[in-house]
């Protein structure tokens, strides 16, 4: 079984991650998980953090020249706007944030004890550790990718930027919707037997843990609800080039739990960041008189960096399915059950 555990506050020293359970042989390259924090850190509306981080991975241990040894990975980026400790104290509780439930949970004063945490900044070492889950899949030809449907409604891009202008001069901020693919998964990921197991379920679980991440659907989604079983099912076909397949995939490629062989198709809706530069009403949790929010530096916009992160998720999560039914602590003995399981499904 695959497991990450993640550590690290926006402002402490740095972020890092345990992955374990990752086989043995796979070369790392380290230059392809510096590209993904780059693609992080893109995006129209993004804020003056990301001027200042130039995020680089650090792989600490688990490899040998290069190659991955079936040890813990451990992997880490360091903060250059370490500050936390010198940062003056917040008491107003931004609307749609952790803040105030956080700090009411575990007793706290001052609400960068929980901000510190629950800031997307963690997001970058989760995308790390999809990197090296897609070099993985790399090898069975798995391939991710991500696109912006709409933000704030617009689906140009020329329009979406207006709209994200007009929302900083504003100082408010957008969410949007956006799409991850997932191509070439084999059948038989994930499983009807048990609730937890079903990929569908695994993958929204991973992917609305993002923050900012408010809805998800699978291929038709939402637009099931309206429409006729004979005019939305995905009919079945065989061909001895193909095996079986599909036509259509309004199922998204996945049905009853299990992966069918067609593009996974995730659409995930973010809301607006909470972080307003015109902030709503809040409490002081201190005084328990009115006030406004806190304002901190942040995005206007982020929906186009958060679909990168949604693949990082994904890819976690694929890996995690894909070794539990190929087995194997090493990459030779995977690819061999591998291809031993696509003969038979043929």
Known sequence: MLRIL????????????????????????????????????????????????????????????????????????SNKDYKIDEMSPLVSPRPGHADLVG??????????????????RETAIRVSVGAICKMFLEKFNIKFSSKVINIGGKKEINQ????????????????????VIIKNVPIGLGSHVHYDRRLSGILAKAIVSIPGIKAIEFGLGFAYADKFGSQVHD??????KQGFYHKTNNAGGIEGGISN????????????ISTLGNPLDSVDILTKKPTKAAIERSDICAVEATAVIAE???????????????????????????NCYLKRIQ
């Open 261 to 272: 062989g067609e593009d996974i198709i995730i659409r995930c809706c973010m809301k607006p």
């Open 103 to 120: 700090s009411l949970k575990y007793g706290f004063s001052d609400i960068r004890d929980v901000s510190e945490r629950a800031s997307a």
């Open 312 to 338: 990082a998720m994904a890819s976690f999560e694929i890996t995690n399915s894909f070794l539990e039914k190929f087995g194997g602590d090493s990459l030779k003995d995977i690819v061999c059950n591998y």
């Open 160 to 179: 979406q930027h207006k709209k994200i202008d007009e929302a900083f001069s504003k100082k408010d901020t957008l969410g949007g919707v956006f799409e």
């Open 6 to 77: 993640t550590a690290g506050e926006s402002h402490g020293r740095a972020l890092v991650a345990i992955l374990e359970g990752f086989p043995a042989g796979l070369v790392i390259e380290e230059e392809k998980i510096n590209q993904e924090l780059v693609r992080r850190q893109s995006g129209y509306g993004r804020g003056p953090r990301m001027k200042l981080e130039k995020d680089k991975i650090e792989i600490l241990a688990g490899i040998k020249r290069n190659k991955t040894l079936g040890s813990p990975l451990a992997l880490m980026i």
């Open 235 to 240: 009919a079945i076909y065989y061909s001895k």
